[in-house]
């Protein structure tokens, strides 16, 4: 989630719109350590009208105000602040640490937030197969939605990366680039 709760929307023309989904399974662990699952969040329809119901009006949209609400509230203007800072600092180290790899530079040169779009000298998907192979999700490649940024790729560091998080992924992808 970035560093808090954020809101997935889901969307659909008009005509599709009665054939969303309206189960969310969630996953717990019973008093003996089991996994156990429930349905949650589902409006009555899914009992009262089971073969016809495709609909979770409003009860999911409660939650996740309730739980913005929470994480605001817990995390404060000085903790939110905190927390957009470290996010910029992050992605700051990691790609000045980034581009001291032979071939890797920064493609576009403006403010970033938590996110950075990265030149590499080969082919992502195979750069990302590699670095998934130590267990390190590398980022996402922009080739597929924009064809002409090819090698390209779409890193971001959040607040939750340390300092060793950002040398591993140095280190394995200079590993991974030779």
């Known amino acids: 989630s970035s560093g808090g709760p954020y809101f997935g929307f889901m969307c659909t023309s008009l005509k599709h719109v009665r054939q969303m989904p309206g189960r969310i399974v969630g996953a717990t662990l019973d008093r003996d350590g089991k996994t156990g699952?429930?349905?949650t969040l589902q409006a009555r329809e899914q009992h009262i009208r089971r073969s016809k119901a495709t609909s979770n009006i409003c009860t999911n949209q409660g939650l996740m105000v309730t739980a913005a609400t929470i994480y605001m509230a817990l995390m404060g203007a000085t903790g939110l602040e905190r927390m957009a800072a470290a996010c910029h600092a992050n992605i700051r180290a990691?790609?000045?640490k980034l581009?001291?790899?032979?071939?890797?530079?920064?493609l576009f040169q403006r403010p970033v937030f938590h996110e950075q779009v990265l030149k590499l000298p080969i082919a992502v998907p195979e750069c990302l197969n590699a670095l998934a192979k130590h267990d390190i999700l590398g980022g996402y490649s922009?080739?597929?939605e924009y064809p002409e940024l090819k090698d390209t790729l779409l890193i971001c560091a959040t607040e939750l990366r340390t300092s060793e998080d950002i040398n591993?992924?140095?280190?394995?992808?200079?590993?991974?680039?030779v």
Do not use: F, K
């Not at 591993?168 to 680039?177: E, N």
């Open 142 to 144: 922009l080739q597929s």
């Open 99 to 106: 581009c001291t790899i032979p071939g890797v530079t920064s």
């Open 168 to 177: 591993l992924y140095h280190d394995t992808l200079a590993q991974v680039l």
């Open 94 to 96: 990691l790609t000045e």
């Open 37 to 39: 699952y429930t349905l």
